[in-house]
């Protein structure tokens, strides 16, 4: 009981070690997972005491804006309070800030352009003993808070501002536009002055003449009293008519504006006419040649307007006959119908029968592998005969001299009857194979036509009688007449020999030769066994015999070999063949017309290939037949080289030899080409691989051409409407064109009135032609003086409206004239009572004009210098009015003035909150952590005494390191995990053998130095705040630690930047180098038996 106690102990402590990091770590990473992003639940007192003003008519309320752009700011808890309730909750601790607007924030921010301008203040205060970071945030969010109050003001104050420039460049434009005037008035005056000068000159002059006439005035004056009166008069009488004159020159006026602007009119217009000219001689032709071809072209329409009768007629008549035929084609419909449900029909059996035509492309296939086989055996076969051939030749040439005629003809004729004879049964055998397999074929594409079929079933019964009549056509009497000339031959070949000694091979041989080429050759049993009695006994030893008695056995055998080779010539079995192929070839042209026209082209590709078996057929027999007439002749001629003399059969042994070597030289060619007929194999063994592989496309059409006259046999009654649609229309066509034959001689009446006026036109602009130079001069003619009637109508209009203006002048000057005329009637009363005064005034007037015609010149020059002080003035104005309102003086650009400069932030890592920041530390204290203990307890336990102990916790401290950084790496979805618990596993070593050592070397006072370890790098090495911000004497210490390059790498493992080299490479040389000393120094301890850790325990 207290050992199964103990081990549910050990395994609660143990699992205690391996999950309490993981959920300790995550409960404090959670518990700061992210402080700065709930600010918004920061409360923070808004007291707004601002009271608005008026600044240039306009309502400025500083402190209510703010308020509404707080409102909408989420980063702080505002709380819009009063400033009771904001000093109560600060007293109460319910509040981190107060932030107060003053009353005189409006009021100060109008002062800007003022002589003292006065700060707006902003005012906030802050607990600090609630909390420092709250503190911290809330003093930012005032600064903030304070930038963006200056934000705005700032761009209040220069929208402002810009209103004012905007109102001085609009006076500047308008003192602009006054020194302009000035300037105009200047040069008037210097004109006026110029003016003056002249006439006080002449007043001068006029004055002393005055002075001197002065002396006359009384009388003058008496009488220009009495003139005065009639002036008065008259000049009454002018002012009574001036009033009609002014109202006859406003209508004067008036006119000449209008005679003006319609001659200017009327020139522009004359402008373009004579621009046009040129052009519309050249239209004009242009035209004139387009008409006469368009006369042309309608002589040509009316030539041909009587063949347009014709062909309408014609075409009226065709209607006729098309409505005629599409009745007739109404009619047959149901007859159309039934046609296509026997289509869809027989589209069924061509699709079952695809079937069967697929199976036996299957089964050509499978013979064509087994003719590809049977070739390369074939090839072996031949070069094997030929060998033999070769054998022979060289045995046939040493042979016996006395009768190498007969031997050898002898032999030839064996072997080229037995030869010629196999291969010739073996090709017609094939040729006819062929042709089955193909009508086969021929009869499953066409299966359904009826006609067809009858052709193909009397084309195989023609077949079946031809390969009849070949087997029983055997070569057996041509065999046993062949073999006993032979068996003669080898009499007189053994009578010949000087000894007992055979002159060709042994029998024994001779038989392995024949079953070698009965194999290579496929014989069948009976033409192996006649070859095998043929030669039976000719490899055997005979003894001598008679000349005589060989003679005669081989005379009678060369008798009946020619009896046997010319029955066959003679009977009606040599004839039928050639026959029979004719007849079977007349048949497949038969069949070739029946099927042409109705079977699809599978069917005409497989009758073309019977169509060329049957040809190959009929010039295999052609072969045979010249075939037995050579054989006939030879045994003709070797009955009567046997018949005559002795010497014809030795002269005749040397063709024997000849003809050996000829067949030798005949079988190397057959083996040079027996490749070329094993490749054709190969060939045709391929192509029959494509069509077997295209054998379901093929079923797949059929099953698609059924499913198509399916569907055309749906569409008949589709096809039935259309054709009485279509019946119907053409009666609507046939009525049409009676219509428009009925109008045809209006058409032809019409086209001959419009050639007569295409003539006419033609004429008429040959005429226009001609008149255009004359036009266009006039026109030019009219152009110059349209402009000079406008020009002197503009002088008209212009002296009219200066007229028309000097009217009113007028109409005063005569007003004052007769005012003036009754004021000089007094006045010379009263001059002529004063007239000594005025000779003494003259006198002195004299003296002043002489004054002033001697400053006369200083006056003008005065008058220039103001000329051109007033251009100056007015060109520098003008400057200044358009630089301002060039200058963009806008919302934007008030804005600019506020916040010049905009803060850009990038980023080249991500944490997205302060939990991802502290997790590394977390991470990496919690494994020091779990691993100390882990330490203590296999301590505890005394299980560090051995190699294998240490390694049993070395292996439990990484599986504590994987599962807390596997579920830290889950939890914060580390963008590189395995990177993240490699790194805690490498630090969970380091740390490992560190705490091994110093338990090695100081018992338990390493616990001390391992507090003391994890106490500094929990101060410099923590990752919250940058090492270089802790002022303490052991912040250097920070990059010795292996907590440092844990923080970092994990940290950058966490955010998906990668470990950078330098921190890879420190790290990982500094684990390497405390796990290696560390391992070095356990191992050393660990051999020497007195230093254990057992002992130091009971010390």
């Not at 100060?108 to 352009?113: E, F, G, L, N, S």
């Not at 069949?591 to 497989?606: E, I, R």
């Amino acid at each position: 009981m207290k050992r199964i106690k103990h081990k549910y102990l050990m395994g609660g402590v143990l699992a205690a070690g391996l999950v309490l990091p993981v959920v300790c770590a995550g409960l404090v990473i959670h518990s700061f997972w992210d402080p700065f992003g709930q600010t918004a639940k920061l409360p923070v007192a808004v007291v707004n005491e601002d009271q608005p003003v008026t600044y240039q008519g306009k309502r400025m309320a500083v402190g209510e804006q703010v308020v509404s752009q707080l409102k909408n700011n989420h980063k702080l808890g505002w709380r819009f309070l009063s400033a009771k309730e904001a000093a109560d909750g600060m007293k109460h601790n319910r509040y981190y800030t107060v932030v107060t607007i003053p009353k005189n924030f409006s009021q100060r921010a109008t002062t800007v352009t003022d002589h003292h301008p006065q700060q707006m203040k902003l005012s906030y205060a802050t607990n600090d003993s609630l909390n420092y970071i709250g503190e911290i945030i809330s003093e930012t969010g005032a600064t903030q808070l304070n930038s963006a109050v200056k934000r705005a003001v700032t761009k209040a104050y220069a929208l402002s501002m810009f209103q004012q420039i905007k109102a001085s460049g609009q006076g500047f434009q308008t003192a602009a536009k006054g020194a302009t005037q000035l300037k105009d008035g200047t040069v008037t005056l210097a004109d006026g002055m110029n003016t003056y000068t002249t006439g006080v000159t002449k007043v001068k002059d006029g004055l002393l003449q005055l002075s001197t006439k002065v002396q006359q005035l009384p009388t003058g004056v008496n009488r220009l009293a009495t003139g005065a009166n009639k002036l008065a008069t008259g000049l009454q009488t002018l002012q009574a008519k001036t009033q009609p004159l002014a109202s006859g020159v406003a209508q004067l006026d008036s006119g000449a504006g209008r005679l003006a602007s319609g001659s200017k009119r009327v020139t522009t217009g004359l402008q373009q006419l004579s621009a046009k000219t040129g052009p519309l001689a050249a239209g004009v032709q242009r035209l004139a040649t387009g008409s006469g071809q368009v006369t042309d072209g309608l002589r040509q329409v009316s030539a041909k307007t009587q063949p347009l009768v014709d062909g309408v007629t014609k075409l009226d008549d065709g209607s006729a006959q098309v409505t005629a035929g599409l009745e007739k084609l109404n009619s047959k419909t149901g007859a159309l119908a039934s046609g296509v449900v026997q289509l869809a029909d027989g589209s069924q059996a061509l699709a079952v029968s695809t079937t069967q035509y697929v199976n036996g492309v299957y089964q050509v296939h499978t013979g064509l592998q087994a003719l590809d086989t049977n070739g390369k055996t074939l090839a072996a076969s031949v070069q094997a005969l030929a060998d033999g051939a070769s054998g022979l030749s060289a045995q046939v040439s040493a042979g016996q001299s006395g009768i190498n005629e007969l031997s050898g003809s002898v032999k030839q004729l064996v072997t080229a009857s037995t030869t010629g004879a196999a291969g010739l049964q073996a090709k017609g055998q094939q040729l006819q194979d062929q042709l089955k397999s193909d009508l086969t074929t021929l009869g499953t594409a066409i299966g359904g036509s009826s006609v067809a079929a009858t052709k193909v079933a009397t084309i195989q019964s023609e077949l079946k009688q031809l390969d009849d009549t070949s087997t029983t056509a055997s070569d057996d009497a041509t065999a046993q007449a062949a073999n006993k000339l032979k068996t003669a031959v080898a009499q007189i070949d053994s009578d010949s020999q000087s000894g007992d000694q055979s002159a060709g091979m042994t029998q024994s041989q001779i038989d392995a030769k024949v079953a070698s080429v009965a194999s290579a050759t496929k014989m069948t049993a009976d033409q192996k066994a006649a070859m095998t009695s043929a030669l039976a006994g000719a490899g055997q030893t005979k003894p001598a015999t008679s000349t005589s008695s060989a003679k005669t056995a081989v005379t009678t055998a060369a008798n009946e070999l020619v009896k046997a080779s010319d029955a066959p010539a003679t009977t009606e079995t040599a004839t039928a063949s050639p026959q029979t192929v004719t007849r079977l070839k007349r048949a497949v042209a038969d069949l070739a017309d029946a099927t042409s026209s109705s079977q699809g082209t599978t069917a005409a590709a497989a009758l073309q290939k019977v169509l060329g078996d049957a040809t190959a057929l009929q010039t295999y027999f052609e072969q045979v037949t010249a075939a037995i007439g050579q054989q006939s002749a030879a045994l003709s001629q070797l009955n009567g080289a046997v018949t005559g003399n002795d010497d014809s059969l030795v002269k005749k042994y040397a063709n024997l030899v000849n003809g050996s070597q000829k067949l030798s030289a005949k079988l190397a060619e057959a083996n040079g080409k027996v490749p070329a007929f094993t490749t054709g194999i190969g060939k045709l063994l391929a192509g029959s691989d494509q069509l077997a592989s295209n054998g379901p496309a093929l079923i797949t059409g059929t099953a698609q051409l059924a499913a198509g006259t399916r569907q055309l046999n749906g569409q008949v009654p589709t096809l039935v409407t259309g054709v009485n649609d279509l019946t119907t229309g053409s009666k609507q066509v046939s009525g049409g064109l009676h219509q428009l034959t009925g109008q045809l001689p209006t058409l032809t009446g019409g086209v001959t009135r419009l050639v007569n006026g295409s003539l006419q036109v033609t004429n008429g602009l040959g005429l226009l032609n001609g008149q255009l130079p004359a036009l266009t001069g006039g026109v030019g003619q009219l152009v110059v003086g349209s402009g000079q009637m406008t020009t002197g109508s503009q002088q008209l209009a212009g002296g009219l409206s200066q007229l028309n203006g000097r009217v009113p002048v007028l109409v005063a000057g005569v007003s004052q004239l007769a005012n003036g005329g009754n004021q000089l009637s007094n006045g010379l009363h009263t001059l002529n009572q004063q007239a000594p005064q005025l000779v003494a005034g003259v006198g002195q007037l004299t003296t002043g004009s002489q004054q002033l015609a001697a400053n006369s010149p200083k006056l003008t020059a005065g008058a220039r210098q103001l000329k051109d002080g007033n251009g100056k003035l007015a060109t520098a104005l003008q400057g200044g009015a358009d630089k301002v309102q060039a200058t963009p003086l806008t919302s934007r650009t008030a804005a600019m003035f506020a916040s010049p400069s905009e803060l850009s932030h990038q980023r080249f890592s991500y944490v997205p909150n302060f939990g991802h920041a502290i997790a590394p530390f977390v991470v990496a204290m919690l494994t020091f952590l779990g691993l100390t203990a882990l330490v203590a307890w296999f301590d505890y336990r005394r299980q560090l005494q051995t190699p294998r102990q240490l390694a049993n916790l070395t292996g439990w401290v990484l599986l504590q390191s994987l599962i807390t950084s596997a579920g830290m790496a889950v939890m914060l979805h580390a963008a590189q995990p395995w990177t993240f618990m490699g790194l805690t596993g490498l630090f969970a070593l380091a740390v490992l053998v560190v705490e091994l050592v110093l338990r090695l070397f100081m018992g338990r006072l390493a616990v001390l130095v391992v507090g003391a370890l994890f106490f500094l790098q929990l101060c410099v090495a923590n990752g919250i705040f940058p090492v270089q911000t802790v002022k303490t004497l052991y912040a250097p210490l920070a990059k010795f630690l292996p907590m440092t390059y844990a923080n970092l790498g994990l940290t950058q493992a966490l955010s998906g930047t990668g470990i950078s080299p330098a921190v890879l490479t420190m790290g990982i040389s500094a684990a390497v180098v405390i796990i290696a000393l560390g391992i070095g120094l356990i191992g050393l301890k660990l051999m020497n038996p007195k230093n254990s850790m057992a002992g130091e325990r009971q010390e």
